[in-house]
């Protein structure tokens, strides 16, 4: 290690401190043999003595070396320059960290100050090796400083590379450090150091965050126009110190977790995240439990089946299986032998499925017969450890239990799933609270969408009770009816049933009257032009 500037020059302040007590002249080096210091009062003609073999072999031994005369020591007489040397004395300590030697001092005295020196040989050695203790401290501070500089800048540089946004802040939320991915993300240049996160995200989460006491993980979803940034902001502590805990800061945008979903999870997006405005958080709560502790066999039993299949996806991108597959099935009694093949041939999901997940809807609608031969796949797979554990997640909106007392269902099958179910104690369906707070959101989302006004899109309290009732799909397109016609939803009464091919006719009739054009309603509707024109023809007969 190359010692320069201020620290080089301490070095050679202890090398003049020896000097000018004992009288001698000195040079420190460190354990490259490095001469880190030094001071002359007799051989400043003759810096170049050749002390080499001296100095390596009190670094080598580990021990003192004492020489009161060059002639007595075989290497000195062996020197080509052993005549004309002026060097007759030598007395070399070793540096010493931990009975380690990281560098010498040595003394290098004329004929002269040799015999007077030798004459309280034993009082010099003792202080050298004070000296030494001194510089041991000062080379181990110097290089511990530089290691942690050059970790920094490592870390520093790491931390550059990450395609996350991150930011870490001390205990008030001063920003120690932001990377560039977040300078990116936030088109920022100007200097960041010392400005307060709770000024650039003046989010209630954040500002809780540095509130109370008690620091722990949180994550927020973050809507933040002005920098087009919509995604999830994770806070978690660090650094625990006797003022508090550092915080690191990570910012995550929605179609790049999505992205990571349609990479490695076949196309399945959903994220308990997004089920919280649906979902109670206890149900939510015990599926991550679920979902992280890797159970093979989970029933999803809400009163919506489209709730139900999105919890058995969450599970799924919540687990360490969210990069295997994962297969949906929606079953029924009509497929008779079909289904059969399709679940226990040899080209079957049971079969060639690895280590993912099989989601299985309406078990209820499959005949007894493939239930009670489900349960005996499923309990032979227990036996044998060597088979690769499929997790399978039933879904299904019907009471089992009543089904099974009723002789409806397979009571092999339910005792397998019944000690893993999840059975809400919530939903948008049975809690005002939380069906007003998804409505609101998902007004929120549509008038987005729409560029609409916010203030024009309501829903009457007495329109609450019916649709309540109605499933998160036929809710939700009642939601965006109401965006589009300033807070009117058809009444229960006005919703007779209606085929699929009606009700499509009927929603083609709608937007063309809200003066939508032909390519706004294919989007909407997810039809082609062709198909358009074909149901614009049958509303004009």
Not at 199 to 208: H, R
Not at 222 to 240: Q, V, W
Not at 260 to 268: A, H, K, R, Y
Request: with cysteine; net charge negative.
């Amino acid at each position: 290690m190359k010692y320069k500037g201020e620290l080089k020059t301490e070095f050679n302040d202890f090398a003049r401190a020896i000097s000018d007590v004992l009288e001698t002249d000195v040079i420190i080096t460190d354990a490259d043999m490095n001469v880190i210091g030094s001071a002359f009062q007799y051989f400043s003609l003759y810096q170049d003595i050749k002390i080499g073999s001296l100095m390596a072999e009190v670094f080598y031994d580990n021990q003192d070396v004492l020489l009161e005369h060059k002639r007595d020591k075989e290497s000195c007489r062996q020197c080509p320059e052993y005549l004309v040397c002026k060097m007759e004395s030598f007395v070399g300590v070793p540096i010493r960290l931990d009975h380690r030697t990281i560098g010498v001092i040595a003394l290098i005295l004329p004929k002269d100050r040799g015999k007077a020196l030798f004459k309280k040989i034993n009082s010099t050695v003792t202080f050298m090796h004070s000296m030494a203790d001194l510089i041991a401290s000062k080379i181990t501070d110097s290089q511990y400083s530089r290691i942690i500089e050059e970790k920094n800048d490592e870390l520093k540089g790491i931390l550059n590379a990450n395609d996350t946004a991150l930011v870490y802040t001390d205990f008030y939320g001063n920003i120690l450090f932001a990377n560039e991915s977040f300078r990116k993300l936030f088109w920022i240049t100007e200097p960041l150091l010392g400005k307060r996160i709770q000024e650039l995200f003046p989010y209630e989460a954040i500002q809780e965050t540095f509130r109370t006491q008690e620091r722990k993980n949180r994550m927020m979803k973050a809507a933040i126009e002005r920098n087009h940034f919509y995604g999830i902001i994770n806070i978690k502590p660090i650094y625990e110190h006797e003022h508090g805990a550092s915080m690191l800061f990570t910012f995550r945008k929605y179609s790049e977790i999505q992205k990571e979903s349609v990479q490695f999870t076949n196309g399945s997006y959903i994220t308990f995240d997004f089920l919280e405005d649906i979902c109670d958080m206890e149900l939510l709560k015990r599926a991550r439990t679920y979902a992280r502790e890797n159970r093979n066999i989970i029933l999803v039993n809400t009163d919506d089946a489209e709730i139900n299949e999105l919890v058995a996806k969450a599970i799924h991108n919540e687990s360490s299986r969210k990069l295997k597959d994962i297969l949906i099935m929606h079953s029924s009694s009509i497929y008779q032998d079909y289904l059969c093949e399709y679940l226990f041939g040899e080209d079957g999901l049971l079969k060639n499925i690895h280590d993912g997940t099989i989601i299985i809807n309406y078990p209820e609608r499959m005949q007894i017969y493939y239930q009670e031969r489900l349960a005996e796949v499923i309990e032979n797979r227990k036996k044998q450890r060597d088979l690769e554990p499929v997790r399978i997640v039933f879904c299904t909106d019907q009471d089992l239990e009543e089904r099974c007392q009723a002789g409806l269902f397979s009571q092999r099958l339910y005792d397998i799933m019944q000690g893993q179910s999840l059975r809400p104690a919530h939903t948008v369906h049975t809690d005002r609270e939380l069906f007003l707070r998804y409505t609101e959101n998902m007004l929120d989302y549509y008038c987005r969408i729409y560029k609409k006004s916010r203030t024009a899109a309501t829903i009457a309290p007495a329109d609450y009770e019916w649709l309540m009732r109605m499933e998160i799909n036929e809710l939700n397109i009642q939601l965006e009816m109401a965006v589009l016609h300033d807070g009117y939803v058809h009444a229960a009464t006005e919703l007779p049933d209606i085929s699929s091919r009606a009700y499509e006719l009927k929603q083609i009739r709608e937007l063309l009257d809200a003066g939508k054009t032909q390519k706004e309603i294919c989007s909407r509707l997810s039809i082609s032009r062709s198909t358009l024109n074909r149901r614009i023809a049958e509303l004009r007969k």
